[in-house]
Nanobody, 124 residues
Framework: VQLQASGGGLVHAGSSLRLSCAIS????????IGWFRQAPGKRREGILC???????DYADSVKGRFTISRDITNNMVYLQMNSLKPEDTALYYC???????????????????WGHGTLVTVSS
């Protein structure tokens, strides 16, 4: 299983950015997916995920600004980030898990598959 995140870059505060995650060796249908991030000097945090039935779980820090989606046909996961803030600066990771989960708190779950991160830097 391979996950490859892309789309990071340097943007100004208030901008939008879309991250992509290409997944191979794993079917997205019916499995939880998520986006995580790690800011400099901080622990990795879960920000968004979708359960096996597409129930979304959001961290308060991104609610109303970020959305997650999956394209089952092309085995892609996306993170749309709007109204970016300097505190959103971090290394962003996509993740997936092979175990079915249809609850409301997928951010509390352990994800088994991870990609390398893509760096997002937001300048003030």
């Amino acid at each position: 299983v391979q996950l490859q995140a892309s789309g990071g870059g340097l943007v100004h505060a208030g901008s939008s950015l879309r991250l992509s995650c290409a997944i191979s060796g794993f079917t997205l249908r019916g499995h939880p997916i998520g986006w995580f991030r790690q800011a400099p000097g901080k622990r990795r945090e879960g920000i968004l995920c979708l359960s096996s039935t597409d129930g979304a779980d959001y961290a308060d820090s991104v609610k109303g600004r970020f959305t997650i989606s999956r394209d089952i046909t092309n085995n892609m996961v996306y993170l749309q980030m709007n109204s970016l803030k300097p505190e959103d600066t971090a290394l962003y990771y996509c993740a997936a898990d092979g175990q079915y989960y249809d609850g409301s708190h997928c951010l509390t779950r352990t994800f088994g598959y991870w990609g390398h991160g893509t760096l997002v830097t937001v300048s003030s």
